[in-house]
């Protein structure tokens, strides 16, 4: 089981975002979770309570640089009195000075994989959409919405699907039986409407069979 932990560890640095990636010189930039939380207080309880706040997840921000992980180095931001645009701290929420390259480049560090795979070049990504449009790593909701269900969170944009949705014939969408995602990935897909399937029939045949 030792030797087991001590590959595991030795092979974590050579992971993305892994320990290897940030030197000695750089570390000293960093504030640490306790300054953070000083100010952050409500942010960092929040963030806690996620998968990205598991220490023991070798993967998760926390087993990393906790905030600093995804926000950059803090020390400067810190050290110079917090607020708005003061140091060099990323700020992420949707509204801020980052770009939304930037904002989704730090993300896809970790998230680039899976469903996210086909994100480049995605309609939503073409669209210039951020990650932090649809999700809140902060906001304590399943899968890290911005919005309490999925269908709130894709019909702020696809005003016309809600619309379509109330019409006596749809989908068991607005009675929670159905979801967005259950025939789209948002993340990207091959194939045309953001389809999660190889054509539209296939999709429609996972029920109307």
């Given at each position: 089981?030792?030797k ?12 993305p ?41 070798i ?9 600093e ?54 309609m ?52 929670g ?15 045309e ?17």
């Amino acid at each position: 089981m030792l030797k087991f932990l001590i590959a595991l560890l030795a092979f974590s640095v050579f992971l993305p975002g892994g320990f290897s990636q940030i030197s000695a010189e750089t570390k000293k930039d960093y504030a640490g979770a306790d300054t953070c939380m000083t100010c952050h207080e409500e942010k960092y309880k929040s963030y806690s309570q996620t998968a990205h706040g598991i220490e023991t997840d070798i993967r998760a921000p926390a087993a990393k640089q906790t905030c600093e992980t995804c926000h950059g180095a803090g020390l400067s931001h810190a050290e110079k009195g917090g607020g708005r645009g003061v140091g060099d701290v990323i700020p992420l929420s949707v509204g801020s000075r980052t770009p939304v390259e930037k904002i989704n480049a730090t993300c896809m560090q970790c998230h680039a994989s899976g469903r996210r795979a086909l994100w480049a070049g995605s309609m939503h990504q073409m669209r210039g959409l951020a990650c932090t449009n649809c999700h809140n790593p902060h906001g304590g909701l399943p899968n890290n919405l911005a919005r309490p269900t999925e269908v709130e969170v894709c019909t702020q944009c696809h005003k016309q699907i809600k619309a379509m949705l109330q019409l006596p014939s749809h989908h068991p969408v607005r009675e929670g039986k159905l979801n967005c995602s259950d025939c789209h990935n948002p993340h990207g897909t091959a194939t045309e409407k953001l389809i999660s399937a190889n054509y539209v029939n296939e999709k429609c045949y996972e029920c109307h069979a």
